[in-house]
């Protein structure tokens, strides 16, 4: 067996290993509990590395598939699969997990079961953006369910059963329609192989020669389960419940990763087995896409608390996305999977200051806040990068995810002839910049704040500034060098906009 053919496995294998090692450290073996998950999750994270620099040559879709289920009807397979959709999906999720490690490595409550659901997490995203077959890629969806479930539930604030409920609720439903599309594809497998075969390849063989009737019908079911996972309006309201009460490791997973898996699935999915489904409804995405931009950025004016301000960001962004993925072009979803990429690392800067923020200040109301950058100058720092890079400064890697999907949502409106549309962005980008400076006026200067005792406020550990200040050099890397990510995605999205 190749080391090339061990390499997918593995990034399932190792975070697996690592959840089950931290689950029996209970006792005394908690304190250690950190570390085991910092071992595991740095592996995986290298051989992920290794994957996308050094383990193939000239690579643009590997695979890997072993055999689940194969009888003469049914055939699943344990197949998995990397290419330029998911490679950055997954450097992410390897990523972040390590990171959420090192910021939260002064978690004593319980430390081991919550080192175990984050390496639960991590088992869970690589499994569906690296699934091949749409079994397995189901089943994966599912696991990510259970350990978010229980991070909100067990860790989170004072609202956190509501808001843990609610999550899965949401979520589940949306992935139960979702199921009932992918059922409908396998038994049109069927009808035309005489097998149910769930394998991502004879999928995308199969269902495009399907009628427009189907295409039409079965993408607004998977796209329903998306949408919501994005999440979009108006199937939005679990996350800024979510966010708020979820404990920063949470926030940052579900933000910076979990969000990405509702794009994911509209790019893998939707758009690859149903191009007349997605010509059919291109309107109503793109129509989705410019509500959940402007929603959330007029949301985020209104918001007093920071993390949930930074919530609402997130729909707005991930709105932009939408946009994205609508205009069904070749810089539209360049760029939208761009933004996902650049989204993640933003949104995992944005959601560790302001957990900093509840934890060292004892408040994230803005009305309490200001003049923190005089006590906290390390910590005023990081904010001030995060939100920089989140309202699009150039040079920083959020101005590669919006500008570039602006022009080519401007490009399809030129040719529809509804240029009026374009007032939609322009809008969302003023009142992304106008709430950002003034969470950072309210936050950061100004006179010090006389409503909360600052005398016990320290800056920033050590361990938060390791995780912070790598994602703040990669926001600047690829801020500056946004080939590094094109590079993974243009083959890709040439073999997409070929199937369109």
């Not at 401007?410 to 939609?424: H, N, R, T």
Request: charged share 10%.
């Amino acid at each position: 067996m190749s080391i090339e053919s061990l390499i997918l496995p593995l990034l399932i294998v190792i975070p697996l290993i690592g959840a089950v090692a931290t689950l029996f450290m209970g006792g005394e073996k908690q304190k250690y509990a950190k570390w085991v998950a910092g071992v595991f999750s740095g592996i995986t994270l290298i051989v992920t590395l290794y994957m996308m620099y050094a383990g193939f040559e000239d690579w643009t879709v590997f695979t890997v598939g072993y055999d689940w289920i194969d009888t003469s009807s049914v055939h699943i397979g344990f197949d998995l699969m990397v290419d330029g959709l998911s490679v950055l999906m997954i450097f992410l999720t390897a990523l972040l997990t390590l990171l959420v490690v090192v910021f939260s490595s002064a978690e004593s409550d319980r430390a081991n079961y919550f080192h175990t659901l984050l390496m639960a997490m991590e088992v869970g995203l690589m499994g569906v953006f690296m699934a091949a077959d749409y079994f397995l890629f189901y089943v994966m969806w599912e696991v990510t369910l259970i350990p978010m479930y229980f991070l909100i539930s067990w860790y989170g604030g004072p609202r956190r059963h509501y808001a843990a409920i609610k999550f899965f609720i949401y979520t589940h439903v949306a992935s139960l329609v979702m199921l009932i599309g992918i059922f409908a594809m396998g038994w049109e497998c069927m009808a035309v192989t005489g097998t149910m075969d769930f394998g991502f390849d004879t999928m995308a063989e199969i269902m495009p020669a399907t009628s427009q009737a189907f295409q039409v019908a079965v993408f607004a079911l998977l796209f329903f389960g998306f949408m919501v996972k994005m999440p979009s309006v108006p199937f939005h309201t679990w996350l800024p419940d979510a966010h708020v009460e979820a404990p920063t490791a949470g926030s940052v997973i579900l933000a910076g990763v979990m969000l990405k898996m509702g794009s994911y699935g509209i790019i893998r999915i939707c758009l690859e087995c149903f191009p007349e489904g997605a010509a059919y409804w291109q309107w109503v995405i793109i129509a989705i896409g410019l509500i959940s931009m402007v929603y959330g950025a007029y949301a985020c004016i209104a918001q007093t608390d920071l993390k949930k301000m930074v919530a609402f960001s997130s729909i707005s962004h991930m709105g932009m996305v939408m946009v994205g993925i609508g205009c069904l072009s070749d810089i539209g979803i360049t760029f939208a999977i761009f933004q996902m990429f650049a989204h993640g690392l933003i949104s995992a800067m944005l959601f560790m200051v302001c957990g900093f923020t509840g934890h060292a200040v004892g408040t994230r109301e803005m009305p309490l806040l200001g003049g923190l950058a005089g006590r906290m100058p390390i910590y005023a720092t990081f904010m001030m990068i995060a939100f920089m890079a989140s309202l699009g400064l150039p040079g920083l890697v959020g101005f590669w995810g919006e500008f570039p999907l602006v022009y080519g949502f401007y490009e399809f409106i030129k040719a529809e002839g509804v240029m009026w549309l374009l007032v939609f962005c322009l809008l969302t980008l003023m009142l992304t910049a106008g709430y950002y400076i003034w969470a950072m006026q309210k936050t950061l200067f100004g006179p010090e704040t006389k409503k909360i005792d600052l005398e016990h406020v320290h800056d920033i550990s050590k361990p938060e500034f390791v995780a912070l200040a790598v994602l703040a050099v990669l926001v600047a890397l690829f801020g500056v060098w946004p080939d590094a990510a094109l590079s993974f995605i243009d083959p890709y999205v040439d073999f997409l906009v070929g199937v369109l």
